[in-house]
C-alpha cells in the first residue's frame, strides 16, 4: 500500500511539473517593433592633380571635369533605409590659384538633381591651404540624393590676381579627399 | 499546455546527464554500449521508445529579449547582443526511435552477451552567435573604424539523418563489461558553414579619408536540399518519398563507432565511460555549396581628368571598380563532394552505491544494482567547432522500489549553473516507461530557461531482472 502511494505521488510530481510548465510575460510581437540604425562610412573620390592638369596644348585650361557613375545610390536598399547622408569633401591645395569646385548629381536621364559648390584659396608659397565642405542631404535633397546615378566633378580656376597663367612647370598640387557617410535606420515593420 | 507539449518534443539534450547509468532503462545503452544491462530483452514500443529534445541557448534567454516588461523591445535586444560572445551558441538535438529491441544470449544460466539494434532518427543544429556580424550591422563601421570584424563568426551546422545500428555488449566477469556500436549513418538533409575566414576593416586610407579592406574566404556547404528546392513538380508527397529514400540509405552515407564500458573497482565504486559518434559521413548526392572568395581594398574611385580627346575617363575607370565589387561578392556555387567527421560525445561517470538493500526482489546483474543509493559525477564533453561543450553533474540515484527508480542530477553547463534535472524509470508490469526533465527550476517560466531537455520513452521488457 505504501508503494504504491508512493509510485503516484512520484507520478503526481511529474504531472504537476509538466501541467504548471508554462511561459509568462512574454510577448513575441514586441520584435515587430526592431528598429537598428547603422552608420556607415564609405570612401567616394579621391585625386591629387598637379598644377600640369590645367595646362594644355601651352594653354591654360579654366575648366577641368570628369565624371563618376555610381549605381549603389538607388540600390532599393539604400533608398529603403537611408535616412540622412553626409558628404565630407577636403581639398588640399599647394597651388598658387583660387579654385572652385563644383559636384553636380545627375538621374539615369542626365538631369541635374543636386548641385553644390566650394572654393580653395590659392596657396603662395606652396603650403598646404585647407579647405572643407560638408553637404548634408535630408529630405528633399536626400530624395534628390537616391535618384543620383552620375557624379560630375568640375574644376574652375579662377583668374589670378597678378594676372599670371598656369605653365607645365608651374609648382604644385590639387589634393581631393572625399567620404559619405549613410545613417540607416533599417525598420522591420515596414 | 500546447507549448508544453512542443516542449516536451524538443526536448532531449545532447547531454543525456539524466540518462546516462540510468540501467533499468535500456536505452542507457544507446549512451554506453558497455552499460551494465539489466534486462533479458526489450522491445522499444515503435515510434515510442525513446523521444529526446533539446534546446539551448548559451548566455540568453527568450525572456531577456520578449519579457513584456515595458521597456523598448531595441534595447532589449541590444544589450543581449552586446552581452553575448562569439563562442555563444544556439543548439537544437533531438532523436526520435522508430524501432529498437535487444536480447540477451550465452551459454549457461547467467546470459551474459547482449544484442541491440534499432534505429533513429537525428535532427541537430548548432549556431554560433555571429557577434562581428551582428555588431556591423548594429553599428555600421562609421564607429569603428580600425576594427576588424571577422567574419568567420558565420559558424553554423545542421543536420537531419537516420542512424542504423547494432551494438554487443559483453559481461566479461563480475567487475568489467564492455560494448561496442557500429552506425549506418543516412544523410536526409546537411549544412555546413565552420570553416569560414575573412574580415573587413576599414582603416585611415592613404590617399583617401578611408580604406575598406574585404578578405573574404566563406563558403556554405549543402546536401539535400537542391533536389528538393529545384523540384518543378512541388508536391509534398514526392518530396517525403524522396526524404524516406535518404533516410533508408537512398542518400549520403557514413560509417561510426560507439565504444564504452563499465568497471566495478568494488561492489561499491564503479567507473563507466563511452565514446560516441566516431564516423563521418561521405557527402556526395545533391551536393550544392555556395563560396564567397576574394580580397579587396576600396579608397575611393579616383577622376582622371583627361585632357580632351585622351585616354580612359572615370566613368570607364568606375566600371572596372565595380566590377571589382561585383568579382568580390559573387557567390560560386560548386557539387563539390564533402566529408564530415561527426562530433565525438563523451561521457564518463563515477559512481558510489550504498545502503544495501536486503530484498529478495533484486537479483541484478550488475553487482551495484543491489545497493538502494548511488551517488557520483558524470563528465559530459563534445566536440564543437570553437571549443568542446562540457558539463559537469553530480547526481543521486534511489531505487524506491524494485520496479521503480529515480534519479536528481546537479548540472554546471555553459548554458547555467542551476539546472537541476529529475527522472524516473517505473516497470509496470513488463512495460517501462521513464521520463527525465531538466532544468526543474525554471519550469515555472520556461522563457527564463537557457536550455530545456526532456526524454520519455516506452519498452517491452523481457524478464526484467529487477523482478
Given at each position: 500500500?505504501?508503494?504504491?502511494?508512493l509510485?503516484?505521488?512520484?507520478?503526481?510530481?511529474?504531472?504537476v511539473?509538466?501541467i504548471?510548465?508554462?511561459?509568462?510575460d512574454i510577448?513575441?510581437?514586441?520584435?515587430?517593433?526592431?528598429?537598428i540604425?547603422?552608420?556607415l562610412d564609405?570612401?567616394?573620390?579621391?585625386?591629387?592633380?598637379?598644377?600640369?592638369?590645367f595646362?594644355?596644348?601651352?594653354?591654360?585650361?579654366?575648366?577641368?571635369?570628369?565624371?563618376?557613375?555610381?549605381?549603389?545610390?538607388t540600390?532599393?536598399?539604400?533608398?529603403?533605409?537611408?535616412?540622412?547622408?553626409?558628404?565630407?569633401?577636403e581639398?588640399?591645395n599647394?597651388i598658387?590659384r583660387?579654385?572652385q569646385?563644383q559636384?553636380?548629381?545627375?538621374?539615369?536621364?542626365?538631369?541635374l538633381?543636386?548641385?553644390f559648390?566650394f572654393?580653395v584659396?590659392a596657396?603662395?608659397?606652396?603650403?598646404?591651404?585647407?579647405?572643407e565642405?560638408l553637404e548634408?542631404?535630408?529630405?528633399?535633397?536626400?530624395?534628390?540624393?537616391k535618384?543620383t546615378?552620375?557624379?560630375?566633378?568640375?574644376?574652375?580656376?579662377?583668374?589670378?590676381n597678378?594676372?599670371?597663367?598656369?605653365?607645365?612647370?608651374?609648382?604644385?598640387n590639387l589634393?581631393f579627399?572625399?567620404?559619405?557617410?549613410f545613417y540607416l535606420?533599417?525598420?522591420?515593420?515596414? | 499546455?500546447?507549448?508544453?507539449?512542443?516542449t516536451?518534443c524538443?526536448?532531449?539534450s545532447?547531454?543525456k546527464?539524466l540518462?546516462?547509468?540510468f540501467?533499468?532503462?535500456?536505452?542507457?545503452?544507446?549512451?554506453?554500449?558497455?552499460?551494465?544491462v539489466?534486462?533479458?530483452?526489450?522491445?522499444g514500443i515503435p515510434?515510442?521508445?525513446?523521444?529526446?529534445?533539446?534546446?539551448g541557448?548559451s548566455?540568453l534567454?527568450i525572456?531577456?529579449?520578449?519579457?513584456?516588461?515595458?521597456?523598448?523591445?531595441?534595447?532589449?535586444?541590444?544589450?543581449?547582443?552586446?552581452?553575448?560572445?562569439?563562442?555563444?551558441y544556439f543548439?537544437?538535438?533531438?532523436?526520435?526511435?522508430l524501432f529498437?529491441?535487444?536480447f540477451?544470449f550465452?551459454?549457461?544460466?547467467?546470459?551474459?552477451?547482449?544484442?541491440?539494434?534499432?534505429?533513429?532518427?537525428?535532427t541537430?543544429?548548432?549556431?554560433?552567435?555571429p557577434?562581428?556580424?551582428?555588431?556591423?550591422?548594429?553599428?555600421?563601421?562609421?564607429?569603428?573604424?580600425?576594427?576588424?570584424?571577422?567574419?568567420?563568426?558565420?559558424?553554423?551546422?545542421g543536420?537531419?539523418?537516420?542512424?542504423?545500428?547494432?551494438?554487443?555488449?559483453?559481461?566479461?566477469?563480475?567487475?568489467?563489461?564492455y560494448g561496442?556500436?557500429g552506425?549506418?549513418?543516412s544523410?536526409i538533409?546537411?549544412v555546413?558553414?565552420t570553416?569560414n575566414s575573412?574580415?573587413f576593416?576599414?582603416?585611415?586610407?592613404e590617399n583617401?579619408?578611408?580604406?575598406?579592406?574585404?578578405?573574404l574566404d566563406?563558403?556554405v556547404?549543402?546536401t539535400?536540399?537542391?533536389?528538393?528546392?529545384?523540384?518543378?513538380?512541388?508536391?509534398?508527397?514526392n518530396?517525403?518519398n524522396?526524404?524516406?529514400?535518404?533516410?533508408f540509405?537512398?542518400?549520403?552515407?557514413?560509417l561510426?563507432?560507439?565504444?564504452?564500458?563499465?568497471?566495478?573497482?568494488?561492489?561499491?565504486?564503479v567507473l563507466?565511460?563511452s565514446?560516441?559518434?566516431?564516423?563521418?559521413?561521405?557527402?556526395?548526392?545533391d551536393?550544392e555549396?555556395?563560396?564567397?572568395?576574394?580580397?579587396?581594398?576600396?579608397?575611393?574611385?579616383n577622376?582622371l581628368?583627361?585632357?580632351?580627346?585622351?585616354?580612359q575617363?572615370?566613368?570607364?575607370?568606375?566600371?572596372?571598380v565595380?566590377?571589382d565589387?561585383?568579382?568580390?561578392?559573387?557567390?560560386d556555387?560548386?557539387n563539390t563532394?564533402?566529408t564530415l567527421?561527426?562530433?565525438?560525445?563523451?561521457?564518463?561517470?563515477?559512481?558510489y552505491?550504498?545502503g544495501?538493500?536486503?530484498?529478495?526482489?533484486?537479483n541484478?546483474?550488475?553487482?551495484?544494482?543491489?545497493?538502494?543509493?548511488?551517488?557520483g559525477a558524470?563528465l559530459?564533453?563534445?566536440?564543437?567547432?570553437r571549443k568542446?561543450?562540457?558539463?559537469?553533474t553530480?547526481?543521486?540515484?534511489?531505487?524506491?522500489?524494485?520496479?521503480?527508480g529515480?534519479?536528481?542530477?546537479?548540472?554546471?553547463?555553459?548554458y547555467?549553473?542551476?539546472n537541476?534535472?529529475?527522472?524516473?524509470?517505473a516497470n509496470?508490469?513488463?512495460v517501462?516507461f521513464?521520463?527525465?526533465?531538466d532544468?526543474l527550476?525554471?519550469?515555472?517560466n520556461l522563457?527564463?530557461a537557457?536550455?530545456?531537455?526532456l526524454?520519455?520513452g516506452?519498452?517491452?521488457?523481457?524478464?526484467?531482472?529487477e523482478?
Amino acid at each position: 500500500m505504501f508503494k504504491c502511494v508512493l509510485k503516484y505521488r512520484i507520478l503526481l510530481f511529474f504531472s504537476v511539473i509538466c501541467i504548471t510548465a508554462c511561459v509568462s510575460d512574454i510577448d513575441f510581437s514586441q520584435s515587430e517593433s526592431l528598429t537598428i540604425s547603422p552608420t556607415l562610412d564609405a570612401s567616394v573620390i579621391y585625386f591629387d592633380t598637379p598644377a600640369s592638369t590645367f595646362v594644355g596644348e601651352g594653354e591654360e585650361q579654366t575648366i577641368v571635369r570628369d565624371s563618376v557613375n555610381v549605381d549603389v545610390f538607388t540600390d532599393a536598399f539604400i533608398v529603403d533605409n537611408v535616412a540622412k547622408v553626409l558628404f565630407l569633401f577636403e581639398a588640399t591645395n599647394t597651388i598658387n590659384r583660387n579654385f572652385q569646385a563644383q559636384v553636380d548629381l545627375l538621374d539615369q536621364a542626365n538631369v541635374l538633381q543636386h548641385t553644390f559648390t566650394f572654393s580653395v584659396a590659392a596657396s603662395l608659397n606652396q603650403e598646404e591651404i585647407l579647405a572643407e565642405h560638408l553637404e548634408i542631404f535630408e529630405n528633399q535633397s536626400l530624395q534628390a540624393f537616391k535618384q543620383t546615378t552620375k557624379l560630375v566633378i568640375t574644376l574652375t580656376l579662377m583668374p589670378s590676381n597678378d594676372g599670371s597663367i598656369l605653365t607645365e612647370d608651374s609648382p604644385g598640387n590639387l589634393q581631393f579627399r572625399s567620404k559619405a557617410t549613410f545613417y540607416l535606420n533599417i525598420d522591420s515593420s515596414t | 499546455m500546447l507549448l508544453l507539449i512542443t516542449t516536451c518534443c524538443v526536448c532531449f539534450s545532447q547531454n543525456k546527464q539524466l540518462l546516462y547509468g540510468f540501467h533499468d532503462i535500456p536505452q542507457t545503452l544507446l549512451i554506453n554500449p558497455g552499460a551494465p544491462v539489466a534486462n533479458d530483452g526489450y522491445i522499444g514500443i515503435p515510434f515510442l521508445s525513446h523521444i529526446h529534445a533539446n534546446i539551448g541557448m548559451s548566455n540568453l534567454t527568450i525572456y531577456d529579449i520578449f519579457v513584456d516588461d515595458g521597456r523598448d523591445f531595441n534595447s532589449k535586444l541590444k544589450e543581449a547582443i552586446y552581452a553575448m560572445k562569439d563562442t555563444d551558441y544556439f543548439a537544437v538535438n533531438q532523436q526520435l526511435d522508430l524501432f529498437s529491441a535487444g536480447f540477451a544470449f550465452g551459454k549457461g544460466f547467467e546470459k551474459n552477451k547482449y544484442i541491440s539494434f534499432g534505429m533513429y532518427k537525428e535532427t541537430n543544429a548548432f549556431i554560433y552567435f555571429p557577434k562581428d556580424y551582428a555588431t556591423l550591422a548594429y553599428e555600421g563601421n562609421h564607429q569603428n573604424i580600425n576594427r576588424i570584424f571577422d567574419l568567420s563568426d558565420l559558424n553554423l551546422s545542421g543536420e537531419m539523418l537516420a542512424v542504423f545500428h547494432l551494438g554487443f555488449n559483453k559481461k566479461v566477469n563480475k567487475k568489467l563489461s564492455y560494448g561496442l556500436r557500429g552506425k549506418i549513418y543516412s544523410s536526409i538533409f546537411n549544412v555546413n558553414a565552420t570553416k569560414n575566414s575573412g574580415t573587413f576593416q576599414t582603416t585611415v586610407g592613404e590617399n583617401n579619408f578611408l580604406n575598406h579592406q574585404f578578405y573574404l574566404d566563406l563558403e556554405v556547404q549543402t546536401t539535400g536540399f537542391k533536389s528538393l528546392l529545384d523540384d518543378e513538380n512541388s508536391e509534398l508527397s514526392n518530396d517525403i518519398n524522396t526524404i524516406m529514400k535518404r533516410a533508408f540509405f537512398g542518400g549520403n552515407l557514413g560509417l561510426g563507432l560507439d565504444i564504452g564500458f563499465t568497471y566495478n573497482f568494488t561492489e561499491q565504486w564503479v567507473l563507466e565511460a563511452s565514446v560516441q559518434d566516431v564516423g563521418f559521413i561521405n557527402y556526395k548526392k545533391d551536393v550544392e555549396n555556395f563560396k564567397l572568395d576574394g580580397n579587396l581594398r576600396f579608397e575611393g574611385i579616383n577622376p582622371l581628368f583627361p585632357k580632351s580627346g585622351e585616354g580612359q575617363t572615370a566613368e570607364e575607370y568606375w566600371d572596372a571598380v565595380e566590377a571589382d565589387f561585383e568579382e568580390l561578392f559573387k557567390i560560386d556555387t560548386t557539387n563539390t563532394k564533402y566529408t564530415l567527421a561527426k562530433p565525438i560525445k563523451f561521457n564518463a561517470v563515477l559512481q558510489y552505491a550504498f545502503g544495501k538493500k536486503n530484498n529478495k526482489e533484486c537479483n541484478c546483474l550488475a553487482v551495484q544494482e543491489a545497493y538502494k543509493n548511488r551517488v557520483g559525477a558524470h563528465l559530459f564533453l563534445m566536440q564543437r567547432p570553437r571549443k568542446p561543450q562540457a558539463a559537469l553533474t553530480a547526481f543521486y540515484y534511489r531505487r524506491l522500489l524494485s520496479n521503480l527508480g529515480i534519479k536528481t542530477s546537479y548540472t554546471l553547463d555553459s548554458y547555467s549553473f542551476s539546472n537541476v534535472g529529475m527522472a524516473l524509470s517505473a516497470n509496470i508490469k513488463n512495460v517501462n516507461f521513464y521520463i527525465a526533465v531538466d532544468n526543474l527550476l525554471k519550469y515555472k517560466n520556461l522563457a527564463k530557461a537557457q536550455s530545456v531537455s526532456l526524454q520519455l520513452g516506452f519498452n517491452y521488457i523481457f524478464k526484467s531482472n529487477e523482478n
